[in-house]
Nanobody, 130 residues
């Protein structure tokens, strides 16, 4: 059974950088698409990035495109989310979650049906001060 755990969150000034990690255990990551999500109180969980099992399909939401980069290190069984030029609106709780390698997870579900993802981690808080 796949288990995910996020880390790397914290408090950063506007314009700063953070790198989040999503460490997997139980199963190898190359069996899964991994999505990154941001949630703020009172709002729906937003899919902001997704990387397919073979790294050929990578999605970014419009508000993070050009600032965030998702990558996979199979040796560490970890997916990273490098965040640069952080803004106050990036503040939120960040989650990673998995979907089977076959399917529309990075092409469709990340932006339209986040509940299709499973194996959610507990989240890591990112706070950007202005």
């Amino acid at each position: 059974q796949l288990q995910l755990a996020e880390s790397g969150g914290g408090l950063v000034q506007s314009g700063g950088s953070l790198r989040l990690s999503c460490e997997a255990s139980g199963l190898p990551l190359d069996h899964f698409a991994i999505g990154w999500f941001r949630q703020v109180p009172g709002k729906e969980r937003q899919g902001i990035s997704c990387i397919s099992s073979d790294d050929t399909n990578i999605y970014y939401s419009e508000d993070v495109k050009g600032r965030f980069t998702t990558s996979t290190d199979l040796a560490k069984n970890t997916v990273f989310l490098q965040m640069k030029d952080l803004r106050s609106e990036d503040t939120g709780n960040y989650f990673c979650a998995a979907g089977p390698a076959q399917g529309k997870y990075c092409s469709e579900y990340i932006s339209t049906r986040p509940r299709k993802f499973a194996s959610w981690g507990p989240g890591t808080q990112v706070t950007v001060s202005s």
